[in-house]
């Protein structure tokens, strides 16, 4: 059974920091690229940071600077290190498993992170 499990939301004030984690089980995990997605109400799911199989990560403009992505293949987990965070990372986070190439897709059930004085 495919699981993604994040962990590490909460609340927290701007300038402040969270380190969002996520473990996984149920399939190969050093076989797929590792992402953290965020979506607030109303908008599209917007993707936030990738690393892949042999740990290049990738960031979007928005968080660049910021947040650092990371993997530890053998414990199976990704982590998410978010600095200097802004009111507009308020969001619900969600860890997101991609085998390239393939239709192989699996989602968490996300992790709400709030950013507010």
């Known amino acids: 059974q495919v699981q993604l499990v994040e962990s590490g939301g909460g609340l927290v004030q701007p300038g402040g920091s969270l380190r969002l984690s996520c473990v996984a089980s149920g399939f190969t995990y050093d076989m797929y690229a590792m992402s953290w997605y965020r979506q607030t109400p109303g908008k599209e799911r917007e993707l936030v940071a990738t690393?892949?199989?042999?740990?290049?990560?990738n960031y979007s403009d928005s968080v660049k600077g910021r947040f650092t992505i990371s993997r530890d293949n053998a414990k199976r987990t990704v982590s998410l290190e978010m600095n200097s965070l802004k009111p507009e990372d308020t969001a619900v986070y969600y860890c997101n498993a991609q085998r390239p190439g393939s239709a192989m897709n699996y989602w968490g059930k996300g992790t709400l992170v709030t950013v507010s004085s």
């Open positions: 690393i892949s199989m042999i740990s290049s990560p």
